[in-house]
């Protein structure tokens, strides 16, 4: 049965990191590839980043470039968002899916992808 779990949420102060994983069974992450996104209190949720399946190819939201960073390892068939200089704003339940079908180039869109964990929470405050 597919499945995805995420961990590695808590709680941090502005300007620290986390790093987020993405445990991934029944489906090949390093062939489909994996999204990661968020939904912030009473907001919709959005993409964050994504990793391709096959050859690495990454894509970030706006608004965490260049402080995120996306990795896999296929032999733990797990994702990865390693997360820096975090921001009040990037508060919310972090969930990484499956897509619908492999990326070759992934994308950002909640409608291209099919399966969801359960989310892990992510609070950045003082």
């Known amino acids: 049965q597919l499945q995805l779990v995420e961990s590695g949420g808590g709680l941090v102060q502005p300007g620290g990191s986390l790093r987020l994983s993405c445990a991934a069974s029944g489906f090949s992450s390093g062939d489909y590839g994996v999204g990661w996104f968020r939904q912030a209190p009473g907001k919709e949720r959005e993409g964050v980043s994504c990793i391709n399946g096959g050859v690495t190819s990454t894509n970030y939201a706006d608004s965490v470039k260049g402080r995120f960073t996306i990795s896999r390892d296929n032999a733990k068939n797990t994702i990865y968002l390693q997360m820096n200089s975090l921001k009040p704003e990037d508060t919310g339940v972090y969930y990484c899916?499956?897509?619908?079908?492999?990326?070759?180039?992934?994308?950002?869109?909640?409608?291209?992808?099919?399966?969801w964990g359960q989310g892990t929470q992510v609070t950045v405050s003082s």
């Open positions: 899916a499956a897509p619908k079908l492999p990326l070759g180039r992934c994308i950002l869109s909640e409608g291209g992808y099919a399966h």
